[in-house]
C-alpha cells in the first residue's frame, strides 16, 4: 500500500502574517497573493508593492 502525504495549506496563514508584519504600512501597500510572473508553474508567493513609490519621479 502507497502511503500518502499530506499537504498543508500555508499560504493562507503566510499572507495574513505578512499583512500584519506590514500593518503601520498598510496605506501604502498593495498585497497580491500568488502573483503570476508569466505562464504556470512560475509564481511567487506574495507580492508586495508600496504604491506611494509608484508615483514619485526623481
Known sequence: MKETTKR???HPAFQAS???EFE???DK???ESE???SKK???ID???IN???LFIRD
Do not use: A, N
Open 8 to 10: 498543508i495549506e500555508w
Open 18 to 20: 505578512i499583512q500584519i
Open 24 to 26: 503601520e504600512e498598510c
Open 29 to 31: 501597500l498593495t498585497f
Open 35 to 37: 502573483h503570476l510572473l
Open 41 to 43: 508553474p512560475m509564481q
Open 46 to 48: 506574495e507580492l508586495i
Open 51 to 53: 504604491v506611494e513609490q
